[in-house]
T-cell receptor
């Protein structure tokens, strides 16, 4: 059973701060990693993907991957109340299998 | 371009009835996934289709659940003899050909199923 672990939260950060969301995974052979944002009552929306060790930046979002530690994180800079949502980490293993974490709820306090 | 579409958006059915949920993937996407998400829970994988290959049905919770994909495009998830525990949001996602390292999935809006 491939596992993806996330702290369920809620993670509360003040507006303008950096939110740091973390995810660990069990399959050392995993190659592709994704972060999805899910607003309450909505479907998941892909916001970042990363395949190589290191950092990948896209606007206010930075994904960080450390395959040796089996750890992937998402940093949100200048957090806004509109960033309040549940963030799902997903890990691709094998050719087509994807395991999702249960998500971390982020609350950005104005 | 058009995203993944699902219908109906909401379905209320009586226990014991059969239901069909439809998914229209992004044009050109070869892979299609069905997931289930119960209230406040994570995503539960149900079934996966890739091109003309045999589907991966390993996530289907019981033999009351089945799915098909016609012509490599539209998919239908069928739940027979629905039970109250089947109440959930059913999400469909599609993915491109996976060239290189491209394995991102894109989700439809979901179908909220309520079994009374």
């Amino acid at each position: 059973q491939k596992e993806v672990e996330q702290n369920s939260g809620p993670l509360s950060v003040p507006e303008g701060a950096i939110a740091s969301l973390n995810c660990t995974y069990s399959d050392r052979g995993s190659q592709s990693f994704f972060w999805y944002r899910q607003y309450s009552g909505k479907s998941p929306e892909l916001i970042m993907f990363i395949y190589s060790n290191g950092d990948k930046e896209d606007g206010r979002f930075t994904a960080q991957l450390n395959k040796a530690s089996q750890y992937v994180s998402l940093l949100i800079r200048d957090s806004q109340p509109s960033d309040s949502a549940t963030y799902l980490c997903a890990v691709n293993w094998g050719y087509q299998k994807v395991t999702f974490g249960t998500g971390t709820k982020l609350q950005v306090i104005p | 371009g058009a995203g993944v579409s699902q219908s109906p958006s909401n379905k209320v059915t009586e226990k014991g009835k059969d239901v069909e949920l439809r998914c229209d993937p992004i044009s050109g996407h070869t892979a299609l996934y069905w997931y289930r998400q119960s209230l406040g829970q994570g995503l539960e994988f149900l079934i996966y289709f890739q091109g003309n290959s045999a589907p991966d049905k390993s996530g289907l919770p019981s033999d009351r659940f089945s799915a098909e994909r016609t012509g490599g495009s539209v998919s239908t998830l069928t739940i027979q003899r629905t039970q109250q525990e089947d109440s959930a949001v059913y999400l469909c996602a599609s993915r491109g050909a996976g060239t290189g390292s491209s394995y991102e999935q894109y989700f439809g809006p979901g179908t909220r199923l309520t079994v009374t």
